[in-house]
Nanobody, 128 residues
Framework: QVQLVESGGGSVQAGGSLRLSCVAS????????MAWFRQGPGKEREGVAG????????FYSDSLEGRFTISQDWRKNTVYLEMNSLKPEDTAIYYC?????????????????????WGRGTQVTVSA
């Protein structure tokens, strides 16, 4: 079973930036879907961004207002999430998820049940 490890979380002031990384423990099928989810205190888990390893299409939550960018390096089995202009409402545990068998097609990227592999999460805290 593929293992995912997130890193790059931390505590920042509002307006600051962070870059999260997610590394898979093994080679994943080219153009498989990987995504970032987050869950803030007292909130439901929500999709943040998704894309295929080796691909260029990007999918985002409408709530991000263009502040986040997802990217990938399939040679390293890695996806990144660059977060800029962070706000206190971005405070959450950020999780990486992977679907080794499918692309991010058919509106599936932000539906958590499509992902058989998950990381343990990394905490992002944004102070006012």
């Amino acid at each position: 079973q593929v293992q995912l490890v997130e890193s790059g979380g931390g505590s920042v002031q509002a307006g600051g930036s962070l870059r999260l990384s997610c590394v898979a423990s093994e080679y994943l099928r080219g153009f498989n879907c990987m995504a970032w989810f987050r869950q803030g205190p007292g909130k439901e888990r929500e999709g943040v961004a998704g894309m295929e390893l080796g691909g260029t299409s990007r999918f985002y939550s409408d709530s991000l207002e263009g502040r986040f960018t997802i990217s990938q390096d399939w040679r390293k089995n890695t996806v990144y999430l660059e977060m800029n202009s962070l706000k206190p409402e971005d405070t959450a545990i950020y999780y990486c998820a992977a679907d080794p068998k499918n692309e991010c097609s058919g509106g599936r990227w932000d539906k958590h049940w499509n992902y058989p592999a998950w990381g343990r999460g990394t905490q992002v805290t944004v102070s006012a």
